[in-house]
């Protein structure tokens, strides 16, 4: 069992930047590979970013490249993401997620946490 717990969600002006935290705890972090996800209201919920199990190989959905980055740190078990330059559209429940493969799809992964809200104002 892995226990994720998502932060750093809140209100910012388009333009503006957060850091999402993903603090996992059970069994070894270092074991999954993590995603990010988002649903954004009356939609579904779909891909960010996602990470694997030491870094080697990340992979974001087009609308976010350059803007966002996806990093983790297995020794504090914790993945991030930093979102700068956040538009209207990027307004969504965001979620952590673990994986254990490297994957885009929702199906691969089988942990998730409760989400946190990001609302980016114009």
């Known amino acids: 069992q892995l226990q994720l717990v998502e932060s750093g969600g809140g209100l910012v002006q388009a333009g503006g930047s957060l850091r999402l935290s993903c603090a996992a705890s059970?069994?070894?972090?270092?074991?999954?590979?993590m995603g990010w996800f988002r649903q954004a209201p009356g939609k579904e919920r779909e891909f960010a970013a996602s990470i694997s199990r030491f870094s080697g190989n990340i992979d974001y959905v087009e609308s976010v490249k350059g803007r966002f980055t996806i990093s983790r740190d297995n020794a504090k078990n914790t993945v991030y993401l930093q979102m700068n330059n956040l538009k209207p559209e990027d307004t969504a429940v965001y979620y952590c997620?673990?994986?254990?493969?490297?994957?885009?799809?929702?199906?691969?992964?089988?942990?998730w946490g409760q989400g946190t809200q990001v609302t980016v104002s114009s």
């Open positions: 059970g069994r070894s972090f270092s074991s999954y590979g």
């Open positions: 997620a673990a994986t254990p493969n490297f994957s885009r799809q929702q199906r691969a992964y089988v942990y």
